[in-house]
Nanobody, 124 residues
Framework: QVQLAESGGGLVQAGESLRLSCAASGRTASTYFMGWFRQAPGKEREFVAAIGWNDVTYYTDSVKGRFFTISRDNAKNTVYLQMNRLKPEDTAVYYC?????????????????WGQGTQVTVSS
């Protein structure tokens, strides 16, 4: 079992930055792919980014080249999502996830464990 706790959400203006953090606990947390999903009001949850224990990364096309960077600190069992130049359409609840496959997260939106979510609101 893996427990995930997100932090770092908040209200920012367009163009500003936020860094989300997700602390994982559990005996095998460091072996999982860690990722971020988001769900905007009235929309389905969507994959944002994921990272493997060996730092291989996956991004959804909508954030590639948009200054979103996922990283992890294996010693702290923590994954980060640095979001720069935020836009109002990035407003959503962001969920941390842990799973056995980055491809499964990206291609099917599936994960084994989920956090409670943290709200990110970007005003125009």
């Amino acid at each position: 079992q893996v427990q995930l706790a997100e932090s770092g959400g908040g209200l920012v203006q367009a163009g500003e930055s936020l860094r989300l953090s997700c602390a994982a606990s559990g005996r095998t947390a460091s072996t999982y792919f860690m990722g971020w999903f988001r769900q905007a009001p009235g929309k389905e949850r969507e994959f944002v980014a994921a990272i493997g224990w060996n730092d291989v990364t996956y991004y959804t096309d909508s954030v590639k080249g948009r200054f979103f960077t996922i990283s992890r600190d294996n010693a702290k069992n923590t994954v980060y999502l640095q979001m720069n130049r935020l836009k109002p359409e990035d407003t959503a609840v962001y969920y941390c996830a842990a799973g056995t496959s980055g491809d499964r997260m990206r291609n099917f939106g599936l994960s084994d464990f989920w956090g409670q979510g943290t709200q990110v609101t970007v005003s125009s």
